[in-house]
């Protein structure tokens, strides 16, 4: 049985080569939520006009991985107090934000950002979205799977890779057996 998940935390290209490494993750696929207009695509959502963010759909298995578990890695290589922003990504497209699916998993969401806030994990208050999810929109297939299509192009090697290697470091004993 597999559960979803769906989340947006600057360039989907990032989340997906990041999360895809975790034990219990059946598939990544980089897409668009949130927006207004039907069937958007990359260069609509990247000029601003649908209203969409970046975000990755998961599926991942409940048994293996639970849905905290994955908004922790989640948390832990975006910067969540940044609104419409990561890093030199600027722009709506790029906000932090989670769709939840269920009751149960805004519930988890919310109290997860709590506990984040009340320990003081970042120096400013977490900004992220939680809201029910909308219609998901698969991107263009060349944006599937792109750091291992793309490892020598420069915003790989600059910003993809380094946080899919953070996550390696930080959830060590949840990554995948074998290549990712």
Not at 94 to 109: K, L, P, W
Not at 120 to 130: L, Q
Request: hydrophobic share 40%; glycine share 6%.
């Amino acid at each position: 049985m597999t559960a979803t998940a769906t989340l947006g935390g600057g360039c989907f290209w990032c989340l997906e080569a990041a999360l895809r490494q975790l034990d219990g993750v059946a598939s990544v696929v980089s897409g668009y939520a949130g927006g207004h207009v039907e069937k958007p695509d990359y260069r609509s959502v990247c000029d601003g006009d649908t209203g969409h963010a970046e975000v990755v759909e998961i599926r991942f298995d409940p048994a293996v991985i639970d849905y905290r578990t994955l908004l922790e890695a989640f948390f832990a290589i975006h910067d969540p107090t940044t609104p419409n922003r990561q890093g030199n990504d600027v722009g709506t497209q790029y906000r932090s934000v989670i769709f939840t699916h269920d009751a149960e998993q805004e519930r988890t969401a919310r109290a997860l950002i709590a506990e984040l806030d009340a320990a003081r994990v970042w120096p400013a208050p977490i900004v992220t979205e939680v809201l029910p999810a909308p219609r998901f929109w698969p991107a263009e297939e060349y944006h599937q799977d792109y750091l291992a299509r793309n490892p020598a192009q420069a915003y790989c090697q600059a910003v993809v890779a380094p946080k899919a290697a953070k996550l390696r470091q930080k959830f060590a004993s949840r990554l995948k057996r074998g290549p990712p």
